[in-house]
């Protein structure tokens, strides 16, 4: 004879416990306090006054940037023991991190700012005037003269587009090549040359071309021409290569393998496999990463101080004579102590690089794969 045993039923659940768990809950709540919205602007309307008092007002030289310091400090202060007094420490120390965050924001984004405001103050009437675009610097000691950069602009163009065509293909291959061929020994030595090459210092570029161009003339030409536009290129090559690869690589590596599997089991090679899905599928990050890069590059002045040099004319050459760019322009009209100009040339090179950014963000969005 069996006998079954049956599990005890749980005990149920009296509506009157559930009743005080909720009033327990919203007594909770009621209990617990917080700061009103205004208090942050309150609180930074008296870290400014207090900082403005020692350091700005009655001042012959007023300090801005340590009023500005003194300033957040103070609002970090009264922010953070209001937080804690009044809110306890789980929200004090909310506000608090939050208020940092904040704070660090800022102070990185008033120096970008204060930087673009003083280089269009000082650049923007010249830049603006007639002349600036086309003129060179050719008898510039003559005041009546009017000074311009187009042998600058000109230079610029040639120099960075021969860099862009040395170094786009030189640096997509060998990231095609280490993403999908590089395995053993020869491959690791191309990534730690890789990485040695991106943190290569820019005066080091251009004293490897200066070094290198003048001995392979001298053997091919019997010539010991020092300066020219290509020397240049190949410096800045030496810079804009290692990010293409790895700006390359990174993009090749999201390419799920799904795809390249689906497409081998269509019968499709493995070239074909790079050419038709894994580049199509990353070239917006591709194209955008290089756009960057040639950002990057044309404001370099110190290794085509060395290689390309300067000149007061125009010059087309890319293999003879020297080549003024804005970067090495804006460094020549400085030191000259033609403050307008240098900040004109500026200007254009910012104008430039910024220009070069919205291209690269539009690219991306234009050929990013559909979905995304």
């Known amino acids: 004879m069996s006998t079954t045993v049956s599990s005890p039923s749980p005990a149920p659940v009296s509506p009157q416990s559930n009743n005080s768990n909720a009033r327990t809950r919203s007594e909770m709540a009621r209990k617990q306090r917080y700061l009103p919205t205004w208090f942050n602007f309150a609180a930074g309307a008296v870290a400014i006054g207090f900082a403005a008092t020692f350091f700005v007002f009655g001042q012959k030289e007023p300090d801005y940037v340590g009023a500005g ?11 953070g023991i209001a937080g804690y007094v009044v809110e306890g420490r789980r929200y004090g120390n909310d506000r608090f991190a939050t208020n940092v965050i904040i704070g660090a924001f800022v102070m990185a984004v008033i120096p970008l700012v204060s930087l673009l405001y003083t280089v269009i103050v000082n650049g923007w009437a010249r830049l603006t005037e007639g002349g600036y675009f086309t003129a060179t610097t050719f008898g510039s000691s003559d005041p009546s003269t009017i000074v311009g950069a187009g042998h600058a602009i000109v230079g610029t163009l040639l120099i960075t587009g021969v860099t862009a065509l040395i170094s786009i293909p030189l640096g ?10 590089g395995r053993g020994p020869f491959a690791k030595v191309i990534t730690f040359l890789v990485d040695v090459m991106t943190g290569i210092p820019s005066i080091v570029a251009g004293l490897f071309a200066a070094a290198m161009i003048p001995m392979i003339n001298l053997q091919l030409f019997g010539d010991t ?5 290509f020397m240049g290129s190949v410096a800045l090559v030496v810079l804009m290569t290692p990010i293409v690869v790895r700006n390359t690589e990174e993009m090749l590596r999201l390419v799920s393998k799904d795809l390249r599997e689906a497409s081998y089991a269509l019968g499709v090679s493995k070239a074909g496999t790079i050419v038709k899905i894994v580049l199509r599928t990353s070239l917006s990050g591709i194209v955008s990463g290089i756009v960057i890069a040639v950002a990057r590059v044309i404001g370099e002045s110190a290794p085509l101080l060395i ?14 004579g020297q080549m003024l760019t804005l970067p ?7 030191t000259k102590g033609h403050q307008v100009t240098a900040w004109a040339g500026a200007l254009l090179l910012i104008l430039i690089v910024l220009l070069l950014n919205l291209a690269a963000r539009w690219i991306a969005k234009q050929f990013a794969p559909k979905g995304e």
Not at 225 to 229: D, L, N
Not at 308 to 320: I, K
């Open 69 to 79: 310091i003194i300033a957040a400090l103070v609002f970090l202060i009264i922010a």
């Open 172 to 181: 997509v291959l060998t990231a095609v090549y280490l993403v999908e061929y």
């Open 225 to 229: 021409q020092f300066k020219s536009g």
């Open 307 to 320: 290689t390309a040099g300067t000149t007061d004319v125009y010059n087309m050459n890319m293999f003879q």
């Open 328 to 334: 090495v322009y804006v460094y020549n009209e400085y």
